[in-house]
């Protein structure tokens, strides 16, 4: 089983920056892809940035340029960093990891685990 703590989230104001945290634990095997996804009341949720197990990143159009995906693989942990933040961003963010891993059931095998989630707010 594949635990995820997220940690970061918070009141700021239009402009300001935060720092999101997802630290992954269990008996993991190996972590392929690390991400996060946000959702807004009565919106679908919808991916922010993925990083792929090779470093390699993928952004949303929306952040780009203010967002910022990284991971560092010793603590199994990938962070968010969010500049110029807008109001647009209010959300709750969830982290998602897709790693190999031992399961609930005794096996292993790869599967995706989320994150609690962990409210940002940004006021205007």
């Known amino acids: 089983q594949v635990q995820l703590v997220e940690s970061g989230g918070g009141l700021v104001q239009a402009g300001g920056s935060l720092r999101l945290s997802c630290a992954a634990s269990?008996?993991?095997?190996?972590?392929?892809?690390m991400g996060w996804f946000r959702q807004a009341p009565g919106k679908q949720r919808e991916l922010v940035a993925v990083?792929?197990?090779?470093?390699?990143?993928n952004v949303a159009d929306s952040v780009k340029g203010r967002f910022t995906i990284s991971r560092d693989n010793a603590k199994n942990t990938v962070y968010l960093q969010m500049n110029s933040l807008k109001p647009a961003a209010t959300a709750v963010y969830y982290c998602?990891?897709?790693?190999?891993?031992?399961?609930?059931?005794?096996?292993?095998?790869?599967?995706?685990?989320w994150g609690q989630g962990t409210q940002v707010t940004v006021s205007s």
């Open positions: 998602a990891v897709d790693s190999l891993a031992r399961r609930d059931s005794g096996n292993r095998y790869t599967g995706r685990d």
């Open positions: 269990g008996t993991i095997f190996r972590i392929n892809a």
């Open positions: 990083i792929t197990s090779g470093g390699s990143t």
